[in-house]
């Protein structure tokens, strides 16, 4: 499809701010809409404004998997670069697309202080061959360095389970003190089913392989590997994957995406769905979150979820306004706190005062929509 059918200005039509809040002490803050710069992006998830990379007070990072230092360049030179946004919407590039030549920056997560010589680093998953072709090809991991602006890769992910080829990678998350997972770095891929354990030495293994081969479980493919809100699931450090039971990365061509979570213990994948879980991973929201601080967030997709999969047919059209975000109340009690978001890929972050929202559009890059239609956009309470 040719670029004149996405111009900014179609790009701003298709991606316009409709957001409806059910709550009159908090106010909707528009920050960017399509057909700016951003592509992909997406917030980092659980954030800790106290963690090495904290900036000036309500700032918070936002990784990008598609951008690059102009519109319409060279795909094969990298793209996906890291921004920090400030209270003021100010934009502060802290890593400039395709700077060493990543392919991507996929959920960038920080490491604990005492993680080897990368403790404090920043890692994130990227293709190894830019783009759409590499998107299904293997992929590795890089990270950042404290301070520095060029990230460098760290390790390989190798082949795995009947799929082997580790594409469509994502980071999960850093094993907590105490539990079984202690010291380890959980990535997986959803494209073969596995769930990998990188280690501060730079060695990457399989840990848990769900392809449904061989006496292994599944298949399952991953969507997202977090630890439960104890509130929720009444146990602390529970290792939940969100994703589907019976399928793959293959056979799963659809938007109607309604995942389910299972709890992962001692390395053992349990098929029985944690129904506390069903609408998702959630965020407790900080203290300057006004009167609704300390209860917990999601999105709510109502099983549209815009990603890899996004079929070039249906380019033309606006995402519908399906989304919503859902709060929970101190008796587990769950309320629409805002409604008629756009469908995509919306994640939740706090930063200050603010819940910032980042969503993706219609597809990553490196799939068939290539033009930025990214947008954020922030909930404030104001008194």
Known sequence: MSSAHFTPEKLREM?????????????????????????????????????????????????????????????????????????????????????????????????????GDYGDHIFFGSQIVPHRRGAVMDHMIYCLAPGESIPYPFALVPRSGKEQISGAFVPGVFGRKGTPEEGLFLIFSMHNSTIYAARPDGTVTPWLVMD?????????????????????????????????????????????????????????????????????????????????AGEAFRPEYAGFMSSVHWAEGDATAALPYTTSIVRRDADGKEHVFASNIQAGQNLLGFAGDRMIVTNMGHSYSSGNFKYPDGTVFAIRYKG
């Open 212 to 292: 449904g081969e061989g006496g292994n479980p599944g298949p399952v493919m991953p969507y997202r590997l977090f630890y439960a809100d104890p509130q929720i699931v009444g146990e602390d450090n529970m290792l939940m994957l969100e994703g589907k039971w019976a399928t793959n990365f293959g056979g799963q061509q659809t938007h109607e995406f309604r995942t389910k979570h299972y709890r992962i213990a001692n390395g053992v994948i349990h098929p029985e769905a944690i129904e506390a879980l069903e609408g998702g991973a959630t965020l407790r929201a900080p203290k300057g979150f006004g009167p609704l």
């Open 15 to 115: 991606t316009e701010f409709k957001v409806e809040l059910h709550d009159p002490r908090y106010v909707v803050e528009p920050i960017v809409t399509g057909g700016e710069f951003l592509y992909d992006p997406q917030i980092f998830w659980d954030w800790n404004e106290g963690c090495s990379w904290s900036g000036p007070e309500g700032s918070i990072l936002i990784s990008e998997i598609g951008g690059q230092p102009q519109p319409e360049t060279d795909w094969s030179m990298g793209h996906g670069g890291l921004y920090r946004l400030h209270a003021d919407n100010v934009w502060e590039t802290v890593m400039s697309p395709g700077v060493g030549r990543q392919a991507g920056v996929f959920r960038p997560m920080i490491a604990p202080a005492g993680w």
